[in-house]
């Protein structure tokens, strides 16, 4: 009986010890996941705030150019009427780069500004962007870029 007690207390004792090392495991491993998980969380973040800035800048350099169109046109003697009605627009549309182009097949496109007068104060909204695309078949060939202006005097 003495022999059968040291064997139970050898056993009770490795089976304490490997408890322990079980859960120093789990302890480890989960410390493992939850770097791992931050890693990945700290890096998808940096990703989208990278992407967020360069999302600025492009929506910036978009808005940039179309204020040097609307400057350019506005500059321009040959525009008398954009002159004489501007306090009449309910809202502008501004291109500033418009690109076609064409052999058979063709296609063209550019991003604008659009910008909408409010009624009451008469001051101009905040942007918003639209994208005008088209595509067309027959017989053609070339390019061209045009900066474009579009106008709405109604609702």
């Known amino acids: 009986m003495w022999v059968y007690g040291i064997l139970t207390a050898d056993i009770k004792e490795e089976i304490a010890m490997n408890e322990k090392k079980e859960k120093s495991l789990k302890l480890v491993i989960g410390s493992i996941l939850a770097v791992f998980t931050v890693g990945v969380l700290f890096a998808s973040h940096t990703s989208a705030i990278a ?3 360069a999302d600025r800048a492009k929506v910036q350099g978009l808005e940039d150019r179309a204020r040097i169109t609307f400057q350019e046109f506005m500059g321009d003697s040959n525009y ?19 690109i076609k182009g064409g052999f058979i097949w063709g296609g063209s496109g550019g991003t604008g500004v659009l910008l ?3 009624e ?4 101009w909204s905040q942007p918003a962007f639209y994208t005008v695309g088209s595509v067309t078949f027959g017989l053609q060939i070339g390019g061209e870029s045009a900066e ?3 106008w709405a005097q109604s609702d």
């Open 120 to 123: 009451k104060t008469g001051n």
């Open 148 to 150: 474009v202006i579009l």
């Open 51 to 53: 992407q967020d800035r």
């Open 80 to 98: 008398a009427w954009l002159h004489e009605n501007l306090d009449h627009a309910k809202g502008v549309l501004i291109f500033p780069q418009v």
């Open 116 to 118: 909408v007068k409010d």
